[in-house]
């Protein structure tokens, strides 16, 4: 039917796969798609002109009837007879498609039952390795003789086609057989059952058996040995005949299975065989193999004694198999002949065997691979507490239970994510033996693709908190895992998709994470994920300086090195440990973590005991920041580094406090209210019957609130179990919940219970505070938590707008920027002590300004002397101006280390010692600490100082160097290298609207713009316009800012063609929003208002009074609306738990506003403005008490009016409305 040379399908199968079609002859051709779905309709005509028996003119009509694959499917022969085929070709065609189809089939199934890649085999004389067979994998050694006598030789045997009830004679058969040989050769040896042979299989092909009960192969084996060695001989035969070892068999989708491979070595040492030969016996074990099926024993390998059964054998290895060279039919004296001579030839080859072990003795390797690792793992710094690198990503593969021990380090590191290929991870594997450690959250890689905002991803998946472990090849969520060949094509997309979000500038730290190759299993196949996932990082990060791989042996790390070199092309020799076991892995990266990061932390417990908190349970606690008993204690950070950081104006750490309690050292500086607090205030507060009671914090910016705050908790953390909030945007409901866990964590029968003490900061409302007040309560009263005292106490650190002092009431206390006597000479001691520490303490400004007494004049002459040589064109100095500015009108507002070190060209590279950004500021450094910055992501970042600083520096920049507030806000808005894809970019932005968009109100005046705004209009009139302008670009979705513009046109520059046009774009962003319905409607009302204001003709013509009611009815329409929107609003806040937003107002505000205008205009009209009696008849048609009609039926001059009448007549209905 087909033609010789034609072509059915492509075809990339190996011979054996091929297949003959029927009885034609096999065709290959090279032009067809291999799937006959992809087939064109083109392919269709071009297979038919080769099917034989059919016409060309055949070809033709289905190519006319755009017949393509998928349609060829569906088609039979009445389909084709109705397309003008004739019935004979109707039938050729019909059948060889099915053929087709056929084929296909056959060639898939080939291809998927094909075998796997290379593998080696378990290492010898092991018992407690790792190493597991893959499914059909091919073991890279052969069935061999005697090598070099330490070397293995070899044998494999399927067991696969053996009857249960013989499968241990053959067992026992088998082994003792190849176990004699290999002792009589002195020769080391592996017999393995459950690897194929041919015909039927490859060539060392793992088959796997199913093995039921284990131990009865080891107590056979055992027994087999007594009954078929000489006496004298048994015992040396359980020495050299080691037991059996089970290996387990995965799936080809790296899943565990219920087969294993049998294996068992043999060790003949010198030394305890000597000059001996071993002759067996197997006339037990050969009786029952001559009752097996003749063909299976053929077919498996097993010898068939017959006239050698009641003899003694004596094997050795002849090539790939056990010969028995002892001679048949011997004389007595020939027989002890041939024992001499063969005695003379094993004296021989036990000396070849001790030679070869002497020359085989385990030597100490001269290595430096543990330092290697330890300088590779902390990026070349000292200590892992000090490590160059902030985030770890690990990529592993498949674990052994075994290993699991040997990975303690894993916890300690707290990676960031771990890609696990490993399905069964979650079941019996490395993410169930970790998450009973700490904390993880578990994703599929799908969940890292970019479907909205990388920061808002990163948030919902804890990126920066818990470890984030990704499940890359199923095992989760019903997912299934994929064969290796299929892995690519599964799931290889999405896996790229969650290494490229890893690698992103604004997720993790550019050049400060190290991602580690952990590679539990041998990686031994070209497709193998791992290959393809170390491509991608490669690809990545642009080179292999911040990744490592740990491999468990040096077979494990050869096999590695080749397939990467394959893949990519480059040697990774030096970026691998492979002389390292994982214990001495293991061991090696925990001692690079000091004492204090090691060692267990203590809460404290009633009657002055302590409780150990879990490192899982602390880190469950993830939006506290948990003060320990034992803080600070066994840690080698750097004391005058820390000092330094809080000095020039950093935030106090929990380090200060300890450092200043060492030998030689001044206390901690006690501000006045400080024994107030810890002996009175919290005293009293404790005695409270609720069970979540708070005070008030009061400072002003810069003073040592948030320290003095620091200090009363480190004073109390023996008596309460004191917490930090690390970010106030948390949700409140899980905070309540982590704070009432910190409470009970061992605590539950103590009564009374150690109270928690709660500081939070940087709060801007205190209703917020009373919010998380209640949800505590709640939480409290929800775990049933009772108590006759106050079981949480929250201290709240809050800022101060005005210095100005606050009267000091039962829960609350002032902290003011004015240090009393005792304070001042408490600094002066402290001064002194810094100065015999410290070469640079003049530039401990943060300290100074405090030390002076927040005189200005120190603060204005740092700032001038600082920024001599400032020039708004180097680029430091333009990053100084925008974290100046930012932090003057954005509290707390600062710049991630990633922005800087991009922005000011920095380039850092993965090794400590790279150039530190504070240099990248040069003469400006001392003006800026770091912080870490607790927002979607975590990160590094840089800020002013002192809030003071900031704001002499701003003045400084306009008086001395002529650069406005409109000059660097401009700067700051059109450059768009400070948006480029850096950590911390949604922080940034948040904080620039911030200052373009907050306004501030007191009893004095309603501000109607920020402060930066009214400042720039202020100082540089107009300028405010192109920055409001520039802000719509950087913005250009956000209806707020459009709205700003609005307001902006509308208040001041009364341009409302513009102000309409940006009040109707911020509608289209947020066309649900009452506030941005009410801007419209404002436009409206104002234009009226100005339009008002500026006619001073009296009375109004009535096309006047036309224009000005079309406004009236438009502007009333707008506010209505504004109405119905704000009665959503407040119906939708009744679902929402804690949303005590205020109703809207200002539509119904806005249309009475109108109203007003409107009777102001309708007074300047002649038919209700001459006197008191027009006056009279206007407020009765406005009560609706008067129809307009009988106002003109009595008016006397009705004709002259007739103009207004017919516009009030027209707009009637919003005359009454005002009724």
Same mark, same amino acid.
């Given at each position: 039917?087909?033609?010789?040379?034609?072509?059915?399908?492509?075809?990339?199968?190996?011979?054996?796969?091929?297949?003959?079609?029927?009885?034609?002859?096999?065709?290959?051709?090279?032009?067809?798609?291999?799937?006959?779905?992809?087939?064109?309709?083109?392919?269709?005509r071009e297979w038919v002109l080769k099917v034989d028996g059919v016409d060309d003119s055949v070809a033709e009509i289905?190519?006319?009837?755009?017949?393509?694959?998928?349609?060829?499917?569906?088609?039979?022969?009445?389909?084709?007879?109705?397309?003008?085929?004739?019935?004979?070709?109707?039938?050729?065609?019909?059948?060889?498609?099915?053929?087709?189809?056929?084929?296909?089939?056959?060639?898939?199934?080939?291809?998927?039952?094909?075998?796997?890649?290379?593998?080696?085999?378990?290492?010898?004389?092991?018992?407690?390795?790792?190493?597991?067979?893959?499914?059909?994998?091919?073991?890279?050694?052969?069935?061999?003789?005697?090598? +070099?006598?330490?070397?293995?030789?070899?044998?494999?045997?399927?067991?696969?086609?053996?009857?249960?009830?013989?499968?241990?004679?053959?067992?026992?058969?088998?082994?003792?057989?190849?176990?004699?040989?290999?002792?009589?050769?002195?020769?080391?040896?592996?017999?393995?059952?459950?690897?194929?042979?041919?015909?039927?299989?490859?060539?060392?092909?793992?088959?796997?058996?199913?093995?039921?009960?284990?131990?009865?192969?080891?107590?056979?084996?055992?027994?087999?040995?007594?009954?078929?060695?000489?006496?004298?001989?048994?015992?040396?035969?359980?020495?050299?005949?080691?037991?059996?070892?089970?290996?387990?068999?995965?799936?080809?989708?790296?899943?565990?299975?219920?087969?294993?491979?049998?294996?068992?070595?043999?060790?003949?040492?010198?030394?305890?065989?000597?000059?001996?030969?071993?002759?067996?016996?197997?006339?037990?074990?050969?009786?029952?193999?001559?009752?097996?099926?003749?063909?299976?024993?053929?077919?498996?390998?097993?010898?068939?004694?017959?006239?050698?059964?009641?003899?003694?054998?004596?094997?050795?290895?002849?090539?790939?198999?056990?010969?028995?060279?002892?001679?048949?039919?011997?004389? &007595?004296?020939?027989?002890?002949?041939? @024992?001499?001579?063969?005695? +003379?030839?094993?004296?021989?080859?036990?000396?070849?065997?001790?030679?070869?072990?002497?020359?085989?003795?385990?030597?100490?390797?001269?290595?430096?691979?543990?330092?290697?690792?330890?300088?590779?793992?902390?990026?070349?710094?000292?200590?892992?507490?000090?490590?160059?690198?902030?985030?770890?990503?690990?990529?592993?593969?498949?674990?052994?239970?075994?290993?699991?021990?040997?990975?303690?380090? =894993?916890?300690?590191?707290?990676?960031?994510?771990? =890609?696990?290929?490993?399905?069964?991870?979650?079941?019996?594997?490395?993410?169930?033996?970790?998450?009973?450690? @700490?904390?993880?959250?578990?994703?599929?890689?799908?969940?890292?693709?970019?479907?909205?905002?990388?920061?808002?991803?990163?948030?919902?998946?804890?990126?920066?908190?818990?470890? @984030?472990?990704?499940?890359?090849?199923?095992?989760?969520?019903?997912?299934?895992?994929?064969?290796?060949?299929?892995?690519?094509?599964?799931?290889?997309?999405?896996?790229?998709?969650?290494?490229?979000?890893?690698?992103?500038?604004?997720?993790?730290?550019?050049?400060?994470?190290?991602?580690?190759?952990?590679?539990?299993?041998?990686?031994?196949?070209?497709? +193998?994920?791992?290959?393809?996932?170390?491509?991608?990082?490669?690809?990545?990060?642009?080179?292999?300086?911040?990744?490592?791989?740990?491999?468990?042996?040096?077979?494990?790390?050869?096999?590695?090195?080749?397939?990467?070199?394959?893949?990519?092309?480059?040697?990774?020799?030096?970026?691998?440990?492979?002389?390292? /076991?994982?214990?001495?892995?293991?061991?090696?990266?925990?001692?690079?973590?000091?004492?204090?990061?090691?060692?267990?932390?203590?809460?404290?417990?009633?009657?002055?005991?302590?409780?150990?908190?879990?490192?899982?349970?602390?880190?469950?606690?993830?939006?506290?920041?948990?003060?320990?008993?034992?803080?600070?204690?066994?840690?080698?950070?750097?004391?005058?580094?820390?000092?330094?950081?809080?000095?020039?104006?950093?935030?106090? $750490?929990?380090?200060?406090?300890?450092?200043?309690?060492?030998?030689?050292?001044?206390?901690?500086?006690?501000?006045?209210?400080?024994?107030?607090?810890?002996?009175?205030?919290?005293?009293?507060?404790?005695?409270?019957?609720?069970?979540?009671?708070?005070?008030?914090?009061?400072?002003?910016?810069?003073?040592?609130?948030?320290?003095?705050?620091?200090?009363?908790?480190?004073?109390?953390?023996?008596?309460?179990?004191?917490?930090?909030?690390?970010?106030?945007?948390?949700?409140?409901?899980k905070v309540a919940d982590q704070v009432v866990k910190l409470l009970v964590i061992d605590n539950e029968e103590q009564? &009374?219970?150690?109270?928690?003490?709660?500081?939070?900061?940087?709060?801007?409302?205190?209703?917020?505070?009373?919010?998380?007040?209640?949800?505590?309560?709640?939480?409290?009263?929800?775990?049933?938590?009772?108590?006759?005292?106050?079981?949480?106490?929250?201290?709240?650190?809050?800022?101060?707008?005005?210095?100005?002092?606050?009267?000091?009431?039962?829960?609350?206390?002032?902290?003011?920027?004015?240090? $009393?006597?005792?304070?001042?000479?408490?600094?002066?001691?402290?001064?002194?002590?810094?100065?015999?520490?410290?070469?640079?303490?003049?530039?401990?400004?943060?300290?100074?300004?405090?030390?002076?007494?927040?005189?200005?004049?120190?603060?204005?002459?740092?700032?001038?002397?600082?920024?001599?040589?400032?020039?708004?064109?180097q680029k430091h100095a333009q990053l100084l101006a925008v974290l100046v500015l930012l932090n003057v009108y954005c509290?707390?507002?600062?710049?991630?280390? /990633? =922005?800087?070190?991009?922005?000011?060209?920095?380039?850092?590279? &993965?090794?400590?010692?790279?150039?530190?950004?504070?240099?990248?500021?040069?003469?400006?450094?001392?003006?800026?600490?770091?912080?870490?910055?607790?927002?979607?992501?975590?990160?590094?970042?840089?800020?002013?100082?002192?809030?003071?600083?900031?704001?002499?520096?701003?003045?400084?920049?306009?008086?001395?160097?002529?650069?406005?507030?409109?000059?660097?806000?401009?700067?700051?808005?059109?450059?768009?290298?400070?948006?480029?894809?850096?950590?911390?970019?949604?922080?940034?932005?948040?904080?620039?609207?911030?200052?373009?968009?907050?306004?501030?109100?007191?009893?004095?005046?309603? /501000?109607?713009?920020?402060?930066?705004?009214?400042?720039?209009?202020?100082?540089?009139?107009?300028?405010?316009?192109?920055?409001?302008?520039?802000?719509?670009?950087?913005?250009?979705?956000?209806?707020?800012?459009?709205?700003?513009?609005?307001?902006?046109?509308?208040?001041?520059?009364?341009?409302? =063609?513009?102000?309409?046009?940006?009040?109707?774009?911020?509608?289209?962003?947020?066309?649900?929003?009452?506030?941005?319905?009410?801007?419209?409607?404002?436009?409206?009302?104002?234009?009226?208002?100005?339009?008002?204001?500026?006619?001073?003709?009296?009375?109004?013509?009535?096309?006047?009074?036309?224009?000005?009611?079309?406004?009236?009815?438009?502007?009333?329409?707008?506010?209505?609306?504004?109405?119905?929107?704000?009665?959503?609003?407040?119906?939708?806040?009744?679902?929402?738990?804690?949303?005590?937003?205020?109703?809207?107002?200002?539509? /119904?505000?806005?249309?009475?506003?109108?109203?007003?205008?409107?009777?102001?205009?309708?007074?300047?009209?002649?038919?209700?403005?001459?006197?008191?009696?027009?006056?009279?008849?206007?407020?009765?048609?406005? $009560?609706?008490?008067?129809?307009?009609?009988?106002?003109?039926?009595?008016?006397?001059?009705?004709?002259?009016?007739?103009?207004?009448?017919?516009?009030?007549?027209?707009?009637?209905?919003?005359?009454?409305?005002?009724?």
């Amino acid at each position: 039917m087909i033609r010789k040379d034609s072509a059915l399908v492509v075809s990339d199968c190996e011979d054996e796969s091929k297949t003959i079609m029927g009885d034609q002859d096999e065709v290959q051709g090279e032009d067809l798609p291999p799937d006959i779905k992809d087939w064109s309709k083109q392919h269709v005509r071009e297979w038919v002109l080769k099917v034989d028996g059919v016409d060309d003119s055949v070809a033709e009509i289905l190519f006319q009837e755009d017949i393509n694959g998928p349609s060829l499917l569906l088609i039979d022969s009445t389909d084709l007879k109705t397309m003008g085929v004739t019935f004979g070709p109707a039938k050729l065609i019909s059948h060889a498609r099915d053929e087709v189809v056929k084929l296909q089939k056959e060639e898939s199934t080939s291809s998927t039952n094909f075998p796997g890649g290379p593998c080696k085999p378990y290492p010898f004389h092991r018992y407690h390795h790792a190493h597991r067979y893959r499914q059909d994998s091919i073991l890279d050694v052969t069935e061999s003789g005697a090598l +070099d006598f330490i070397e293995p030789c070899h044998e494999f045997k399927g067991f696969y086609n053996t009857p249960e009830k013989s499968k241990m004679s053959k067992f026992t058969y088998e082994v003792l057989r190849f176990a004699s040989a290999c002792m009589n050769s002195r020769t080391n040896g592996t017999i393995h059952f459950g690897i194929g042979d041919k015909p039927d299989f490859k060539h060392g092909q793992v088959l796997g058996v199913v093995v039921g009960d284990k131990e009865a192969y080891v107590e056979g084996l055992k027994n087999a040995i007594d009954r078929c060695f000489e006496s004298k001989y048994k015992q040396i035969a359980h020495i050299c005949i080691k037991p059996p070892r089970f290996v387990g068999v995965l799936n080809n989708n790296c899943t565990s299975s219920d087969k294993c491979v049998i294996e068992v070595d043999i060790v003949p040492e010198s030394k305890i065989c000597v000059d001996n030969f071993f002759q067996t016996t197997l006339k037990e074990l050969t009786r029952t193999q001559e009752n097996m099926d003749t063909n299976n024993a053929k077919k498996e390998g097993i010898e068939t004694v017959t006239t050698e059964t009641n003899s003694k054998q004596l094997y050795i290895r002849d090539g790939g198999s056990s010969k028995n060279i002892r001679p048949k039919n011997q004389t &007595p004296k020939s027989n002890k002949d041939w @024992s001499d001579q063969f005695k +003379d030839r094993v004296s021989q080859l036990s000396e070849l065997r001790k030679k070869a072990e002497e020359k085989h003795l385990d030597v100490i390797k001269s290595s430096t691979q543990g330092s290697r690792l330890s300088h590779m793992i902390t990026g070349g710094s000292p200590s892992l507490d000090k490590s160059h690198f902030e985030r770890y990503v690990i990529v592993t593969n498949k674990s052994h239970p075994i290993q699991l021990e040997s990975l303690e380090f =894993l916890v300690e590191l707290n990676p960031t994510a771990v =890609l696990d290929f490993d399905p069964e991870s979650a079941k019996q594997g490395l993410q169930r033996h970790f998450e009973q450690q @700490s904390t993880v959250n578990v994703h599929l890689p799908v969940k890292f693709k970019i479907t909205e905002g990388v920061e808002d991803i990163a948030n919902k998946l804890k990126l920066t908190r818990d470890t @984030s472990w990704v499940f890359c090849n199923g095992g989760i969520e019903n997912e299934n895992p994929s064969d290796i060949d299929q892995w690519l094509k599964e799931k290889g997309a999405s896996v790229r998709d969650v290494v490229s979000f890893l690698c992103r500038k604004d997720v993790l730290p550019n050049q400060r994470f190290l991602v580690i190759f952990l590679l539990l299993s041998t990686v031994s196949e070209k497709m +193998d994920p791992l290959v393809e996932a170390f491509m991608t990082f490669y690809q990545e990060l642009k080179g292999t300086e911040q990744i490592l791989c740990l491999c468990e042996n040096e077979n494990a790390f050869s096999s590695w090195k080749d397939l990467i070199e394959v893949r990519c092309g480059i040697s990774i020799s030096d970026r691998c440990i492979y002389e390292l /076991s994982f214990p001495e892995v293991n061991g090696t990266v925990l001692s690079l973590w000091s004492k204090n990061r090691t060692s267990r932390r203590f809460l404290p417990c009633g009657g002055e005991s302590k409780v150990p908190l879990d490192k899982k349970v602390e880190r469950s606690l993830d939006t506290l920041e948990v003060l320990c008993v034992n803080q600070c204690e066994g840690g080698n950070e750097d004391k005058l580094l820390k000092e330094e950081n809080f000095y020039k104006g950093g935030k106090v $750490s929990w380090w200060n406090f300890f450092f200043s309690e060492e030998p030689g050292s001044t206390p901690f500086i006690k501000r006045d209210k400080f024994d107030f607090i810890v002996n009175t205030v919290i005293p009293d507060l404790c005695s409270l019957t609720k069970a979540c009671v708070l005070f008030h914090l009061m400072h002003v910016a810069g003073c040592g609130g948030t320290t003095l705050g620091m200090h009363t908790l480190w004073a109390l953390r023996a008596q309460f179990r004191c917490a930090v909030l690390k970010n106030s945007k948390a949700d409140f409901a899980k905070v309540a919940d982590q704070v009432v866990k910190l409470l009970v964590i061992d605590n539950e029968e103590q009564r &009374p219970r150690l109270p928690v003490l709660l500081m939070i900061d940087d709060f801007d409302d205190k209703e917020k505070v009373f919010d998380l007040q209640q949800l505590i309560e709640k939480e409290c009263a929800k775990k049933n938590i009772q108590s006759k005292t106050a079981q949480v106490i929250l201290l709240n650190c809050m800022r101060s707008e005005s210095p100005e002092p606050i009267p000091q009431t039962a829960d609350s206390v002032f902290i003011g920027n004015n240090l $009393s006597d005792k304070e001042q000479r408490l600094f002066e001691n402290k001064l002194a002590e810094i100065e015999k520490t410290h070469k640079n303490a003049e530039t401990f400004y943060g300290f100074m300004i405090m030390k002076t007494n927040f005189k200005p004049e120190y603060v204005e002459g740092v700032a001038r002397n600082t920024l001599k040589s400032f020039s708004m064109n180097q680029k430091h100095a333009q990053l100084l101006a925008v974290l100046v500015l930012l932090n003057v009108y954005c509290k707390g507002s600062s710049l991630s280390i /990633s =922005l800087c070190e991009e922005f000011l060209d920095l380039q850092p590279k &993965p090794i400590c010692g790279s150039v530190k950004v504070e240099d990248g500021f040069g003469k400006f450094s001392p003006l800026i600490a770091r912080s870490v910055v607790e927002d979607k992501l975590v990160f590094e970042a840089v800020k002013i100082i002192h809030s003071s600083i900031a704001v002499h520096c701003l003045q400084e920049l306009t008086k001395t160097h002529n650069v406005s507030k409109a000059d660097i806000t401009d700067f700051l808005l059109t450059t768009q290298r400070l948006y480029e894809s850096t950590q911390g970019r949604d922080k940034l932005l948040q904080d620039v609207r911030h200052i373009l968009v907050k306004r501030y109100h007191s009893v004095e005046e309603v /501000s109607q713009f920020s402060p930066l705004i009214q400042q720039i209009a202020n100082e540089t009139p107009g300028q405010e316009e192109i920055v409001l302008q520039n802000a719509s670009k950087i913005f250009p979705k956000d209806a707020i800012v459009s709205q700003l513009l609005a307001r902006y046109y509308y208040l001041k520059k009364k341009d409302f =063609l513009e102000a309409r046009f940006w009040a109707l774009g911020a509608r289209e962003l947020s066309k649900n929003s009452s506030y941005i319905a009410d801007t419209a409607a404002q436009v409206i009302k104002h234009e009226m208002m100005n339009a008002i204001s500026n006619n001073t003709k009296e009375p109004l013509s009535p096309d006047e009074l036309n224009n000005f009611l079309k406004m009236a009815q438009a502007a009333i329409e707008a506010f209505k609306e504004t109405q119905n929107l704000a009665k959503k609003e407040s119906i939708q806040r009744l679902n929402i738990d804690g949303d005590n937003s205020s109703f809207n107002v200002t539509g /119904s505000l806005g249309e009475i506003q109108v109203g007003v205008l409107i009777i102001e205009v309708l007074e300047k009209t002649p038919i209700f403005s001459f006197d008191n009696v027009r006056h009279a008849i206007l407020s009765e048609v406005l $009560s609706g008490r008067l129809e307009l009609q009988n106002v003109e039926g009595n008016d006397k001059r009705a004709n002259k009016h007739r103009s207004y009448y017919i516009t009030l007549r027209e707009f009637e209905d919003v005359l009454y409305i005002l009724n």
